[in-house]
């Protein structure tokens, strides 16, 4: 028996509603498996400024940081819009993120068999999809300086921003992407600009240095104008895409759709001392408090946090596995309800996944 200590973060919106499944599922993998899973609830976002004041409190950050895991699910909402930026529920997720410094943001892109009418590509393109993207979180453009906008002696303005990497930034990502190819189908594709861009030559320098200690993988280095272009051309072709802030926020954004449904992808933060594990989606606040939205995001989400946050692979299969027979069995929440489908609540979504683990 192994236990572990989680923080619980049901958030705004449609939050509680899809964790109260996550954590039925968490307790039926504990059930099964013979694990003890401590749940400590935290509050950041809107949920945080109602209770205490403030979007998130030094306490949360302390109680985060003394547990194994953090599973999210979103913030915001219109209620909290008109606060100064620094009081919005963003402001706590920004605060939480950097409290953990998760430098990888994990985003596996992969979709089920029964859901692949969802997409707008044609079915012989996406059949088999199944690839992660590992994207740089903490340095690159996003973070470089200098950065502003001046005022010139001409009269004219300029805005501008650096593109920068640091060696070890870009070594400690790669050792990331290599380990999680070795787990997986053995093949790392490097995202940059190296024809235009200096710190794209460093990017492809230390990438290559980093693959000398995983003979097993294959790594091949991409233009990022031509991933995004190979990401709907033939995207069956990626198993891990690696790449840095900026290349890798866009082209998340752009393989996510490729299955179509926003109600179902997970995501990470890892490399920190405390893994965070969050929905792609935010809080839907049109859907909230309706019993209609999709949980199955925040389930993979869960699955995902077993697997790279406390090392439990099995369990993160078992839990991936009761989600793709639920489909299979024709559960759809309305946010996926074709005609022909069993239309559920987001109850009833979780209690047939439960059923099935
Ligand atoms: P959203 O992802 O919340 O919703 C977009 C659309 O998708 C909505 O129509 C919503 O109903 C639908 N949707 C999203 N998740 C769903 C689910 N699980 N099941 C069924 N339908 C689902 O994005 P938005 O509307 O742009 O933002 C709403 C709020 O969420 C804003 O306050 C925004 O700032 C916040 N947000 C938070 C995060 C986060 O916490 N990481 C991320 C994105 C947006």
Redesign the pocket.
């Known amino acids: 028996m192994s236990e572990f200590d989680i923080s619980i973060m049901p958030?705004?919106?449609?939050g509680p509603e899809?964790m109260e499944q996550a954590l039925g599922v968490l307790d039926k993998i504990a059930k099964k498996f013979s694990h003890k899973f401590n749940y400590k609830t935290v509050y950041i976002?809107g949920c945080s400024i109602d209770k205490f004041g403030k979007p998130i409190t030094d306490e949360t950050i302390a109680t985060v940081l003394s547990t194994d895991a953090l599973l999210?699910?979103?913030?915001?909402?219109?209620k909290?819009?008109n606060l100064a930026q620094d009081m919005r529920?963003?402001a706590g997720?920004l605060a939480i993120r950097k409290a953990i410094l998760g430098y990888a943001n994990l985003r596996p892109i992969k979709i089920f068999p029964s859901m692949e009418s969802f997409s707008t590509l044609k079915p012989e393109v996406i059949s088999g999809i199944d690839m992660i993207i590992v994207r740089e979180l903490v340095s690159g453009i996003y973070f470089g300086e200098p950065k502003g906008v001046v005022s010139l002696p001409d009269g004219t303005r300029k805005g501008f921003n650096t593109m920068a990497y640091k060696d070890y930034e870009i070594e400690r990502i790669a050792k990331i992407a290599f380990d999680l190819a070795q787990k997986r189908g053995k093949k790392v594709t490097s995202v940059d600009k190296a024809n235009v861009l200096d710190v794209s030559t460093l990017w492809r320098d230390v990438v290559s240095e980093v693959h000398k200690d995983y003979s097993d993988v294959e790594l091949e280095f991409m233009y990022v104008d031509n991933a995004a272009m190979q990401l709907v051309r033939n995207p069956s072709q990626f198993d891990v895409i690696l790449a840095g802030n900026l290349f890798g926020d866009i082209l998340s954004d752009e393989a996510s759709m490729i299955t179509g449904s926003?109600?179902?992808l997970p995501s990470a933060a890892i490399g920190g001392d405390v893994g965070m594990f969050?929905?792609?989606?935010?809080?839907?606040?049109?859907?909230a408090g309706k019993g209609?939205?999709?949980?199955?995001?925040?389930i993979i989400t869960t699955a995902m946090m077993l697997r790279y946050g406390l090392n439990l692979e099995t369990e993160a299969e078992a839990v991936e596995k009761a989600v793709a027979d639920t489909l299979k069995a024709g559960y759809r929440?309305?946010?996926i309800f074709r005609e022909s489908n069993k239309k559920v609540s987001t109850a009833q979504m979780g209690e047939a996944i439960i059923e099935r683990i």
Request: proline fraction near 10%; hydrophobic fraction near 35%.
């Open positions: 958030g705004d919106g449609i899809i976002g999210f699910s979103s913030v915001g909402g219109e909290w819009d529920p963003e997720l926003l109600g179902m969050e929905p792609v989606h935010g809080s839907a606040p049109d859907i209609i939205a999709n949980p199955i995001g925040q929440t309305a946010d």
